[in-house]
């Protein structure tokens, strides 16, 4: 079946602009991560949605970042005001519940590039 | 805080060779552990994962042992191949927890 897919692949914009990032999800998973990973770096926690709502928020670096999950399928995180050091790759995940042991499945990434 | 640290990179090791790359991890409750690859061009994958002490994960010959009296999680494998060539991360995750924390990968070149 279809993997996590994420859209768009490469995302170029000037600083100061507003940028929306889309993940879609594993069919039937309910549980949905985002991830930020800089260069060199491994990827890092921004939040996690149980269905609808965001269950965990606490690795959002500050209020310019805020995803949504309305129906409780597609996410789409939101970054306003960009600045340079937002540059990396987001990575989404899901999996099947929030269970430790389940496996998060990772899209492919969004790299944003801030100018 | 929960943290994990891995072996620096990038490591370049010749065919057949024998892979190890270590890994420990400070946690404060009983986490679960994973090694995930990333190869070039594709997305994160698990490669193995261990959900209590003594554990041993294995998956494409390779194979890591849950120590928590280390608190350790080395990747081993006895016979590299060039199509190992890729980014590996050690990660956990904690009990009651939902997020994965990840080093910051180890970068594996084979030669031929």
């Known amino acids: 079946g279809a993997g996590v897919s994420q859209t768009p692949s490469n995302k170029v914009t000037e600083k100061g602009k507003y940028v929306e990032l889309r993940c879609d999800p594993i069919?039937?998973?309910?549980?949905l991560y985002w991830y930020r990973q800089s260069l060199g770096q491994g990827p890092e926690f921004l939040i996690y949605f149980q269905g609808t709502g965001a269950a965990d928020d606490s690795g959002l670096p500050n209020d310019r970042f805020f995803a949504v999950r309305p129906e409780g399928s597609v996410s789409t995180l939101k970054i306003q005001r960009t600045e340079r050091g937002d540059s990396a790759v987001y990575l989404c995940?899901?999996?099947?519940?929030?269970?430790?042991?389940?496996?998060?499945?990772f899209g492919p990434g969004t790299r944003l590039t801030v100018l | 805080g929960n943290s994990v640290t891995q072996m620096e990179g990038p490591v370049t090791l010749s065919e057949e060779a024998f892979l190890t790359i270590n890994c420990t991890y400070t946690?404060?409750?009983?986490?679960?552990l994973f090694w995930y690859v990333q190869y070039p061009g594709e997305g994160l994958q698990l490669l193995l994962k261990a959900t209590k002490a003594d554990d041993k994960g294995s998956n494409k010959g390779f194979e890591a042992t849950y120590r928590k009296e280390t608190t350790s999680f080395h990747l081993e494998k006895g016979s590299v191949q060039v199509s190992d060539s890729a980014v590996y991360f050690c990660?956990?995750?904690?009990?009651?927890?939902?997020?994965?924390?990840f080093g910051k990968g180890t970068r594996l070149h084979i030669l031929p």
């Open positions: 995940a899901s999996s099947l519940t929030s269970y430790q042991y389940n496996e998060q499945f």
């Open positions: 946690a404060t409750g009983y986490p679960s």
């Open positions: 990660a956990l995750s904690d009990l009651g927890d939902d997020k994965i924390i």
């Open positions: 069919s039937g998973h309910t549980a």
